[in-house]
């Protein structure tokens, strides 16, 4: 069973809507959290990154939140564009080198 | 664009074929790591390399192998194809192998090669 659980697998939005994709996760012990948006065929973009003691961290209209203690993290998408149409992962690392990704959420965004 | 760069961009094969794919890292970096994405999954660790040794390995067979040369590129062989081995293969280099106490992210992948096994 994936340690990190992404939901939905997929969704369409509208141009200029909002959007929340979620990250449930089992991973133990946890270090820190990072969210990626992969554009077709190429490599993943880290977006943000948290640690055990971060609630909530943005990067321009990404903003991601984290409960460790669900082991819960959500990635909500402002004001989408059609430039935000691609696969959305979850990653979540150990106290060591070890990562564990998300099967990632696409997003289609239409205008 | 990161400035992890890597070739093929595609790449062709048969059944029992050989590859070798080819990865440079960031400048800076000496950490390499591989990764396997199939079709609609996330990545897969296959490997790490830090300063010329393998740091770590995931659940990859022995035909999975790799090498870190004194620049810190690096290359992924993969022996004996298999039609499950069709997938995107991806590289990321980091300054460390652990960047446990940091609060950025300095892994950066680059675009990949996209294998196919025919």
């Known amino acids: 069973k994936n340690q990190v659980e992404q939901s939905p697998q997929s969704l369409i939005i509208l141009e200029g809507k909002n959007c929340t994709l979620q990250c449930n996760y089992t991973v133990s012990p946890f270090s820190n959290l990072r969210w990626y948006k992969q554009d077709t065929g190429r490599g993943p973009v880290s977006l943000t990154i948290m640690t055990f003691s971060e609630n909530t961290k943005s990067n321009g209209r990404y903003t991601a939140t984290l409960d460790a203690d669900t082991k819960q993290s959500s990635l909500h998408i402002t004001a989408s564009q059609l430039s935000d149409s691609a696969s959305y992962i979850c990653?979540?690392?150990?106290?060591?080198?070890?990562?564990?990704f998300g099967a990632g959420t696409t997003v289609t965004v239409r205008a | 664009e990161t400035g992890v760069t890597q070739s093929p961009t595609h790449l062709i094969k048969t059944r029992g074929q050989q590859v070798t794919l080819r990865c440079s890292s960031q400048?800076?970096?000496?950490?390499v790591s591989w990764y396997q994405q199939a079709l609609g999954q996330g990545p897969q660790f296959i490997f790490q390399?830090?300063?010329?040794?393998?740091?770590g390995r995931g659940n990859f067979p022995p035909r999975f192998s790799g090498l870190q040369f004194p620049n810190y590129s690096s290359e992924l062989n993969v022996n004996a194809l298999e039609l499950d081995d069709s997938a995107l293969y991806l590289c990321?280099?980091?300054?460390?192998?652990?960047?446990?106490?940091?609060?950025?992210?300095?892994?950066?992948f680059g675009p990949g090669t996209r294998l196919t096994v025919l």
């Open positions: 990653v979540v690392r150990r106290n060591d080198y070890k990562l564990s």
């Open positions: 400048s800076g970096h000496n950490t």
């Open positions: 990321a280099s980091s300054p460390t192998p652990n960047d446990l106490y940091l609060t950025t992210d300095t892994q950066y």
């Open positions: 390399y830090y300063r010329e040794e393998e740091n």
